[in-house]
């Protein structure tokens, strides 16, 4: 796709009493995470894009982006409708609190996301005036916004809008090459921002019952923290919870030597990153039920 057919999107920031100055700081964060919103998107669609700023205009506070789409695609002529839409028109559903339905949901949205792909390649007027064409975009509307990236940084987003109390609304809204309104603008005022904005990313943690362990470092005073094992061939620290194991190794001076396992429950606490990906922030060890050692003698833990 040529310049001649690139795409052009408004931001609007309205001040109160139409001032024109707004914190750089929050201003360039802020836009930074339209950045990673308008790439999500674009990568969720399998489109590659090039996203230029232009200068701005005199007056207001107001940023020009020009979206380039890189090779055909039936979704690359709609890919400012459908950025514009997700950034001021979508509420999202919360971060689940669940890491097993976020995995279904992220496969769910892939599937949907990939049926309406097909319906709008299928669609002989593509003029955005024609009804099933508009509910298509509303729709992959709706499921872009649920993607974790694009939820974060849109979050991030309307977290620095807020934090400059000057902003009173923000807006969206489709231009031609000579910057030019082609669309209405779709606002949101400064007591909707909340709306966007996700305050808790934690997760339920991750419960595994009774899995092999292999002990790399144990501990052997009254300490729960500096264990460190293996599991799945990942080794990380955790913290051993289990007080009765704890005291009987003590007690009893048992030695833990290379490729030594213990079976027991593992916890592993999670939470969303900035990126929208779910990542481990540490783990935790209960009801260990079996020292097995590398010659095969094992000992049984009676709690």
């Given at each position: 796709?040529?310049?001649?057919d690139?795409?052009?999107?408004?931001?609007?920031?309205?001040?109160?009493?139409?001032?024109?100055?707004?914190?750089?700081?929050?201003?360039?964060?802020?836009?930074?995470?339209?950045?990673?919103i308008?790439?999500?998107?674009?990568?969720?669609?399998?489109?590659?894009?090039?996203?230029?700023?232009?200068?701005k205009?005199?007056?207001?506070?107001?940023?020009?982006?020009?979206?380039?789409?890189?090779?055909?695609?039936?979704?690359?002529?709609?890919i400012?409708?459908?950025?514009?839409?997700?950034?001021?028109?979508?509420?999202?559903?919360?971060?689940?609190?669940?890491?097993?339905?976020?995995?279904?949901?992220?496969?769910?949205?892939?599937?949907?996301?990939?049926?309406?792909?097909?319906?709008?390649?299928?669609?002989?007027?593509?003029?955005?005036?024609?009804?099933?064409?508009?509910?298509?975009?509303?729709?992959?509307?709706?499921?872009?916004?649920?993607?974790?990236?694009?939820?974060?940084?849109?979050?991030?987003?309307?977290?620095?809008?807020?934090?400059?109390?000057?902003?009173?609304?923000?807006?969206?809204?489709?231009?031609?090459?000579?910057?030019?309104?082609?669309?209405?603008?779709?606002?949101?005022?400064?007591?909707?921002?909340?709306?966007?904005i996700?305050?808790?990313?934690?997760?339920?943690?991750?419960?595994?019952e009774?899995?092999?362990?292999?002990?790399?470092?144990?501990?052997?005073?009254?300490?729960?923290?500096?264990?460190?094992?293996?599991?799945?061939?990942?080794?990380?620290?955790?913290?051993?919870?289990?007080?009765?194991?704890?005291?009987?190794?003590?007690?009893?001076?048992?030695?833990?030597?290379?490729?030594?396992?213990?079976?027991?429950?593992?916890?592993?606490?999670?939470?969303i990153?900035?990126?929208?990906?779910?990542?481990?922030?540490?783990?935790?060890?209960?009801?260990?039920?079996?020292?097995?050692?590398?010659?095969?003698?094992?000992?049984?833990?009676?709690?």
């Amino acid at each position: 796709m040529n310049v001649e057919d690139a795409q052009y999107l408004k931001l609007h920031y309205h001040l109160k009493q139409h001032g024109h100055t707004m914190d750089a700081r929050l201003l360039n964060k802020a836009e930074s995470e339209f950045l990673k919103i308008s790439l999500g998107i674009s990568e969720h669609l399998e489109l590659k894009v090039k996203i230029n700023s232009l200068p701005k205009k005199e007056g207001g506070l107001e940023s020009f982006f020009e979206i380039i789409v890189i090779g055909n695609s039936a979704l690359g002529g709609f890919i400012g409708t459908i950025i514009g839409s997700v950034i001021s028109d979508v509420i999202a559903d919360w971060i689940k609190t669940d890491s097993k339905l976020e995995e279904l949901k992220k496969e769910n949205l892939q599937i949907e996301n990939e049926i309406l792909k097909k319906k709008l390649a299928e669609l002989e007027d593509k003029n955005e005036g024609n009804p099933e064409l508009i509910e298509i975009l509303k729709q992959l509307a709706i499921i872009l916004a649920e993607n974790n990236k694009v939820k974060i940084a849109k979050s991030n987003f309307y977290k620095n809008l807020k934090a400059d109390t000057r902003v009173v609304r923000f807006g969206t809204q489709r231009v031609d090459r000579n910057l030019a309104a082609i669309s209405r603008e779709n606002v949101v005022p400064r007591e909707d921002f909340s709306k966007f904005i996700i305050e808790e990313l934690d997760v339920e943690p991750d419960y595994l019952e009774q899995v092999p362990i292999e002990i790399i470092s144990p501990v052997l005073d009254n300490s729960r923290k500096h264990w460190r094992g293996v599991y799945n061939d990942i080794a990380f620290n955790f913290a051993m919870k289990d007080r009765d194991f704890q005291n009987m190794v003590v007690q009893r001076n048992l030695k833990f030597s290379n490729g030594t396992y213990i079976i027991a429950d593992l916890e592993m606490k999670q939470r969303i990153d900035n990126e929208g990906e779910l990542k481990v922030k540490g783990r935790d060890v209960y009801s260990v039920s079996q020292i097995i050692y590398p010659d095969g003698d094992k000992i049984d833990i009676i709690h």
